[in-house]
């Protein structure tokens, strides 16, 4: 079965400074989506940005860019000039051939 | 984009009561549908997927005749929760991968938030 780690419960960052999020997961497919969704305190999921695994370009969206590694079977999530809106959770996810497996979470505050 | 509407947003029942939650995919059909259960301060937990006329496939130790599940048209899944108990509190959110050919996206609804007395 798919998994996927999040090795930081928690991180910090302050206003219009970089953070970048970790993430790592586990598959034998070849074909598959990445996607990072932010869950803020209303629990509506919000897609953040995705990733096509068949695609070496790292995705970007705006502010928010992926390290994807394919062989090492990395994605993280960095966030530029953040922003107060940006506190909130953070899953990591996987979408294969059947279903959309989460990491456990990473809960980013943002300073002011 | 597409749009997941999930009702109702909370609900709070006696223990013993059945209770149902809906989610409908409102301008797009949805052949697969996933329920995810999420307790507080904690990460997404797929309970099953749902597909349109077939059984839900479940989850290891998700118990599916707690958790029924009926997918009988392409823009409505619900999920049932018989016999409520306490412990079934939780934060239960309804996905549905988009059209075919799209993007592999899950779109969410607002989630249900469950209260068993």
């Known amino acids: 079965a798919q998994t996927v780690t999040q090795s930081q419960p928690e991180m910090s960052v302050q206003e219009a400074e970089t953070v970048t999020l970790s993430c790592t997961y586990d598959?034998?497919?070849?074909?598959?989506?990445l996607f990072w969704y932010k869950q803020p305190p209303s629990r509506q999921m919000i897609l953040v940005i995705r990733?096509?695994?068949?695609?070496?370009q790292n995705a970007t969206e705006n502010r928010f860019s992926v390290n994807f590694q394919k062989a090492a079977k990395s994605f993280s999530l960095k966030i530029s000039d953040s922003q107060l809106g940006d506190a909130a959770m953070y899953f990591c996810?996987?979408?294969?051939?059947?279903?959309?497996?989460f990491g456990a979470g990473t809960r980013l505050t943002v300073k002011p | 984009g597409a749009v997941v509407s999930q009702h109702p947003s909370w609900v709070i029942c006696k223990s013993g009561t059945s209770v149902k939650i809906e989610c409908r995919s409102l301008?797009?059909?949805?052949?697969?549908m996933f329920w995810y259960r999420q307790f507080p301060k904690q990460s997404l937990m797929l309970m099953a997927t749902?597909?349109?006329?077939?059984?839900?496939?479940?989850e290891q130790g998700v118990e599916k005749d707690k958790f029924l599940i009926n997918h009988a048209s392409l823009t409505l899944s619900t999920l049932t929760v018989t016999s409520a108990h306490p412990e079934d509190s939780s934060f239960y959110i309804c996905?549905?991968?988009?059209?075919?050919?799209?993007?592999?996206?899950?779109?969410f609804g607002e989630g249900s938030r469950l209260t068993v007395l």
């Open positions: 996905s549905a991968r988009g059209p075919p050919g799209g993007t592999g996206e899950l779109f």
């Open positions: 598959t034998s497919e070849s074909d598959y989506y």
């Open positions: 990733q096509e695994a068949y695609k070496q």
């Open positions: 996810a996987y979408s294969g051939n059947n279903d959309m497996r």
């Open positions: 301008d797009f059909q949805a052949t697969t």
């Open positions: 749902s597909n349109e006329g077939s059984k839900a496939t479940y």
